[in-house]
Structure formats: C-alpha cells, structure tokens
C-alpha cells in the first residue's frame, strides 16, 4: 500500500438504506475492506458477526460499531471498515477509534 500521512479529517462514515436495514462504511487513509461485522437484534439482545480480512485490525471497532447502532435503531447493521495509514503510534491509533466513535455518535444523533 502506498504511504498515507495520517489525516484526522480523512476518516469518513456514509451510509447505505438496504429495504429495513443500514450498511455503514467507514474509511479513512488508504480506503479498503479490512473488516465487517453485521449486528441485529436477536431474542436476547444484540448479536454480531464479524470477518476479518487477515493482518488487518478494523474487526477489534467494526463489531461494537454494529452492535451500538443496531441497538440503537433496532434494525440490522453491517459495518464495513477500512482505514490504513502507515506507521501509526500508538496515541494515533487512539485518535482513529476516538474519531469513528464520534462519528458514530453524530450518526445516531442525526437518525433521532
């Protein structure tokens, strides 16, 4: 993959109506399908499912992702995600899960 300087302004969430359901994408830096967790809600809450695509990380946001809107909406949810950049630290890396969280959250503030 080519270099990608890491950009707070980058990372992007769209959605997808699907019928009833909601298809997140979210990506950022050099865009791709690193994960996608679907999430609906089942007898006993929220259930997810999740795949990975091997040596990417985006599974350890991509499900509680899934899991927070669908709970929220009540409707099934898939997640697709990708965000690369290279050499991340690790406080930037904490800077790419605070910026998809925010997102999430004015997602949902916009649905209600």
Do not use: C, W
Not at 12 to 37: C, F, K, P
Not at 65 to 89: C, N
Not at 97 to 104: F, L, M, S, W
């Amino acid at each position: 993959m080519p270099l990608e300087a890491f950009d707070r302004g980058d990372i992007t969430l769209s959605e997808t109506v699907v019928g009833q359901d909601i298809l997140l994408l979210i990506t950022g830096g050099v865009r791709h399908i690193g994960a996608a967790s679907t999430a609906y809600i089942g007898e006993n809450g929220p259930a997810a499912a999740t795949s990975a695509v091997p040596g990417h990380k985006e599974h350890t946001i991509s499900e509680s992702v899934a899991i927070k809107v669908a709970e929220a909406l009540q409707r099934t949810v898939t997640v697709v995600m990708g965000i690369h950049y290279d050499d991340l630290s690790k406080a930037q890396i904490a800077q790419v899960v605070e910026i998809v969280e925010r997102k999430v959250e004015e997602y949902l503030a916009g649905k209600k």
